[in-house]
């Protein structure tokens, strides 16, 4: 919600807002993997895959510890420890900022400096300029790029 230069926000799971002004990024809602990352056994990576998987979704998908931390990322499972995971604010806006609601999958697309500028100059053929730009970086990097990505971008 947008009301007298103010945007009141909230985020769950992998959902995030993300502000820009003049292409830098000034905020951003989200950061569960720090959680999910300081509390990884040393020897996380030399266990079998499909075993890596079943312990995050069984101990760090809406982890919470008994006093309360969280110790992996959130998802909106119809779980009620997920609710530790959602945030919400308030936060204050100006005419020239970029808000970006978006999923992890585009994540490090907002690293990239052709994508804030499309953003920033919201060419006519906009959509068409982002899917060649996707395809472009899914073809340089799949595992960055290629996964669930949803994105809405307002400007002020």
């Not at 919600?1 to 909230?10: A, P, Q, S």
């Not at 002004?21 to 951003?28: A, P, T």
């Not at 919400?88 to 005419?95: A, L, V």
């Amino acid at each position: 919600l947008v009301k007298d230069g103010k945007l009141y926000w909230f985020s769950l799971c992998d959902a995030r807002v993300s502000i820009y002004e003049c292409g830098q990024k000034v905020f951003s809602s989200w950061d569960d993997w720090k959680y999910f990352l300081q509390h990884l056994p040393q020897s996380f990576d030399d266990i079998e895959k499909s075993l890596r998987q079943k312990i995050i979704r069984s101990i760090y998908r809406n982890g919470i510890l008994r006093n309360g931390e969280k110790i992996g990322y959130g998802l909106a499972t119809g779980e009620s420890d997920a609710e530790a995971y959602l945030e919400f604010g308030i936060r204050d806006i100006k005419s020239s900022d970029l808000c970006f609601v978006h999923t992890d999958g585009y994540e490090e697309y907002l690293k990239v400096p052709e994508m804030l500028d499309l953003f920033k100059e919201w060419p006519q053929d906009l959509e068409a300029k982002i899917k060649k730009l996707s395809r472009e970086k899914i073809e340089e990097n799949d595992d960055n790029f290629g996964h669930e990505r949803s994105l809405f971008v307002l400007k002020f």
